[in-house]
T-cell receptor
Framework: QKEVEQNSGPLSVPEGAIASLNCTYSDRGSQSFFWYRQYSGKSPELIMS????GDKEDGRFTAQLNKASQYVSLLIRDSQPSDSATYLCAVRGWGNNRLAFGKGNQVVVIP | DADVTQTPRNRITKTGKRIMLECSQTKGHDRMYWYRQDPGLGLQLIYYSFDVKDINKGEISDGYSVSRQAQAKFSLSLESAIPNQTALYFC????????????FGSGTRLTVV
């Protein structure tokens, strides 16, 4: 089982809609969770971090964490064409101080 | 200036040549990482270092070596470049707290012909 899985294929959403991305992880002791945005040919940029169960909101982004079910989600409200990018989920497990990255989900916002 | 600087930004080299990619950071972090990224494969960890005297292999270290010259500098070398090492290479740094994410450099696009 891969440490961090992002299984959804490319996600196309109309401008103004909500984009929803999901990520599951295998290490039940994982302690910190991150979402990165990566534009094509550019470096990953940290957009959200979450450490405890529940929701965390920052502007149009909301991260949701459910440790019992071992998943973390990212919601992008009022999607804009500039949100078109690949979103990487990253998880830091207990006692392992490196981040494990998912392969990413591509989001395409259609004007 | 960027927190994490990678040089060169782009490089074309010939098969069999030795090449060095350099990374420096101004965040004062102890931990540094080298990743490669190929289309559709996500980030693959090559090497990482938790302090100047600590070097560890990642998932795909074969054909690569690293040097941690100082807290701020971490270089990646391809001893004898081959075409399947053509990729986008990223350096990253992080603090020691579990709540730290990584800060990435802008990347080096390497082409081996």
């Amino acid at each position: 089982q891969k440490e961090v899985e992002q299984n959804s294929g490319p996600l196309s959403v109309p401008e103004g809609a909500i984009a929803s991305l999901n990520c599951t992880y295998s290490d039940r002791g994982s302690q910190s969770f991150f979402w990165y945005r990566q534009y094509s040919g550019k470096s990953p940029e940290l957009i959200m971090s979450i450490y405890s169960n529940g929701d965390k909101e920052d502007g149009r982004f909301t991260a949701q964490l459910n440790k019992a079910s071992q998943y973390v989600s990212l919601l992008i409200r009022d999607s804009q064409p500039s949100d078109s990018a690949t979103y990487l989920c990253a998880v830091r497990g207990w006692g392992n101080n490196r981040l494990a990255f998912g392969k990413g989900n591509q989001v395409v916002v259609i004007p | 200036d960027a927190d994490v600087t990678q040089t060169p930004r782009n490089r074309i080299t010939k098969t069999g040549k030795r090449i060095m990619l350099e990374c420096s950071q101004t965040k004062g972090h102890d931990r540094m990482y080298w990743y490669r990224q190929d289309p559709g494969l996500g980030l693959q960890l090559i090497y990482y270092s938790f302090d100047v005297k600590d070097i560890n292999k990642g998932e795909i270290s074969d054909g690569y070596s690293v040097s941690r010259q100082a807290q701020a500098k971490f270089s990646l070398s391809l001893e004898s470049a081959i075409p399947n090492q053509t990729a986008l290479y990223f350096c990253a740094t992080s603090g020691t707290s579990a709540n730290y994410g990584y800060t990435f450099g802008s990347g080096t696009r390497l082409t081996v012909v």
